[in-house]
């Protein structure tokens, strides 16, 4: 290395030796590594309220979400959809519901602030209209101002230009449930009922409506009103014949652990759906249901939160990426054991991706525990890469399952030539126009990150696609390069995270052929470098533009800036050591005793604008990958 007299090679071989040490205190007995997956509080509200309409509230310890929640409350009186953002109205509307659920009274002082806060930003009727959704279960908002889903929709052949397997995965899992619930248009007696109207800016002059964007738009409107007046008067076709369909889909889909989807909005929505439905709390669909969303709960002496996910497939892959990459034997007992897992956890049966996929064969992970229907991509191709550097025991097993996954990535390209998370061709656009589909995210392009992630992951196995799909693969990512040389990032925030991911594969993929755009990219993470030597973005660049790549340093985003500029310096053969040095150096000094780093900031995606999150790993282990590759420079 040319730069031992500045940063020595001991201080970046105690940085790894601390930080792998950390990985493999943390590691479970079972083999995997998996730590919270933390998001805004509505997951924990609307689990509290669930509850309550169940109620099954008592056998819970929801009184320590009291607590949880009023430390998540801000000065200003809101609560955050992500760390510093200046706080969210229906976030804060959320967490209001769930206080008062919890026996909080409007005139406590956290209560009067929030108000204050609510009020000020336009109140319930300026909410999305998922939180809408959930006050009108008690009676706190009317079901007028909400979308009608005709239920005859579960009833659209596939063949049908519209049905529901073009919304995403995680769209089709919460819509299908709510499908039987919108329907229905419960609202429940808890055992305290509440009233919010101090919430409304209207008073007595509130209109339930959903709301109007004076273009073409509104046509879904006239529409919805439409389906409205069929609701009321009995005449909605093919109504029971779609309930039941939706019923036995919603069954058809859970989990022997009870999950739906792995991800807390689907399993809430379908535990309304079977309430709807009038299943007993006692039934053992139910109790499965309900001890899904046990699992996921994340319980402290004084504290009780809900997570909306768990990673265990995503957070053991990059663990033994990490620990193999900084040096760590490929047969170590940890790594051994933490492959075997992943091994025992490839998904064989066919998912909902074979609707659109007849091609494809099951062979691919998910990024749950559970979750047989919705493998993804991404998480597919970085525990192959994870696998292909590993030392495994029984190494032909590995192989046969490695090149299964290989074989089910590449028949999920979609036609513009990339890759999206969960499914093929799920590009309707339109869909994120309808008034249900406020949060934007209803479908599951083909994405920068999630293509990258697979070229990466060829280059990595030295594994080849047809020529026709590789290129097309190249071309549609230098036709989704930014003017300035960067990269949209769909699941991680955000440019610097896309940028990163692509450099990453075209060095393995395309360095000779693609150097212009290498070095495009790297000059773009260059200028993006904080002064403390770090860099970072704040999740607002996915509504500011000018924000792309601004933000406080933090670990991650340092660490994925620093692997993006390795990459292309040595496709390129013009490694710029100055400011890998300095993001190095920033890594080592914000390394604590332990061997871990810590950061605030989210820096994982769920929803662009909507919905973030933050992996309490992603601050372990990529910077751990960026000081091993740093020293085999």
């Known amino acids: 290395m040319q730069?031992?007299?500045r940063i020595t090679v001991n201080q970046v071989a105690e940085a790894i030796a601390k930080s792998q040490n950390h990985l493999l205190s943390i590691q479970n007995p079972a083999g995997y590594w998996w730590a919270e997956l933390e998001s805004?509080?509505?997951?924990?509200?609307?689990?509290?309220?669930?509850?309550?309409i169940w109620g099954t509230d008592s056998q819970r310890p929801l009184h320590k979400v009291e607590t949880y929640l009023r430390s998540q409350q801000r000065q200003h009186g809101g609560w955050e959809l992500f760390y510093g953002d200046g706080g969210e109205l229906s976030t804060s509307v959320e967490a209001y519901m769930a206080l008062k659920l919890l026996g909080v009274p409007a005139s406590d002082p956290a209560m009067t602030k929030a108000r204050d806060f609510i009020l000020q930003r336009g109140g319930i009727s300026k909410t999305r209209i998922f939180t809408k959704f959930h006050l009108a279960l008690i009676g706190c908002y009317n079901w007028r101002g909400l979308p009608s889903i005709p239920p005859a929709i579960m009833l659209l052949p596939d063949a049908f230009p519209f049905n529901i397997y073009e919304m995403s995965s995680w769209a089709r899992s919460s819509t299908v449930p709510l499908l039987i619930v919108f329907d229905d248009k419960p609202i429940y007696q808890v055992d305290e009922a509440i009233a919010l109207n101090e919430l409304y800016v209207e008073g007595a002059d509130i209109q339930f409506e959903l709301p109007r964007n004076n273009d073409w738009t509104d046509l879904f409107i006239t529409l919805d009103n439409a389906f409205k007046l069929a609701e009321n008067l009995n005449l909605m076709p093919l109504r029971s014949e779609g309930i039941k369909a939706a019923e036995k889909w919603i069954l058809e889909r859970q989990e022997a652990t009870g999950d739906w989807g792995g991800i807390i909005p689907a399993m809430l929505n379908s535990m309304l759906a079977l309430k709807s439905l009038n299943y007993d709390v006692n039934d053992p669909i139910v109790v499965r249901g309900l001890q899904a969303l046990?699992?996921?709960?994340?319980?402290t002496e004084d504290c009780y939160r809900i997570q909306p996910c768990v990673s265990p497939i995503w957070d053991t892959a990059w663990a033994i990426r990490a620990l193999i990459e900084s040096g760590f034997a490929a047969d170590h007992p940890a790594i051994v054991k933490a492959g075997e897992f992943l091994l025992d956890k490839q998904i064989l049966d066919y998912g909902d991706w074979a609707v659109k996929n007849h091609q494809g064969k099951p062979g691919a992970w998910a990024f749950e525990f559970d979750n047989r229907f919705y493998p993804d991509v991404d998480d597919s191709a970085v525990v192959v890469m994870a696998l292909q550097i590993a030392k495994l025991p029984n190494e032909k097993l590995k192989q046969q399952a490695i090149a299964r996954a290989i074989n089910w990535i590449a028949s999920m390209q979609c036609q513009a030539g990339g890759w999206a998370a969960f499914d093929l061709n799920n590009n309707q656009d339109w869909?994120?126009?309808?008034?249900?589909?406020?949060?934007?995210a209803m479908i599951d392009p083909n994405t920068a990150d999630v293509t990258a992630r697979v070229l990466e992951m060829l280059g990595e196995c030295k594994q080849s696609i047809d020529t026709q799909s590789f290129e097309k693969a190249i071309a549609y990512l230098i036709n989704e390069q930014e003017i300035d040389g960067s990269w949209f990032g769909r699941w991680?925030?955000?440019?610097?995270?896309?940028t990163s991911g692509v450099l990453s594969a075209f060095a393995l993929v395309a360095p000779q052929t693609h150097q212009n755009s290498i070095s495009r990219g790297a000059t773009w993470l260059l200028k993006c470098q904080n002064p403390d030597g770090g860099w970072g973005e704040t999740c607002r660049s996915y509504n500011d533009p000018s924000l792309k790549g601004k933000g406080k340093s933090t670990a991650s985003q340092t660490a994925w800036a620093i692997i993006g500029l390795i990459a292309a310096g040595e496709a390129t053969g013009k490694i710029a050591?100055?400011?890998?040095?300095?993001g190095i150096n920033y890594l080592l000094a914000t390394q604590q005793s332990d061997g871990t780093w810590d950061e605030s900031e989210f820096t994982g995606t769920g929803f662009p604008g909507h919905f973030y999150l933050k992996y309490h790993l992603y601050q372990q282990y990529f910077p751990l990958i960026a000081l091993g590759r740093y020293q085999a420079l």
Do not use: C, S
């Open 3 to 5: 730069t031992q007299d």
């Open 294 to 299: 046990d699992n996921f709960a994340i319980e």
């Open 431 to 440: 869909l994120n126009l309808v008034p249900y589909g406020d949060l934007k």
């Open 492 to 498: 991680g925030v955000n440019y610097i995270y896309g």
């Open 40 to 52: 805004n509080v509505t997951i924990t509200a609307e689990v509290v309220l669930l509850h309550k």
């Open 577 to 582: 050591l100055p400011a890998i040095e300095k």
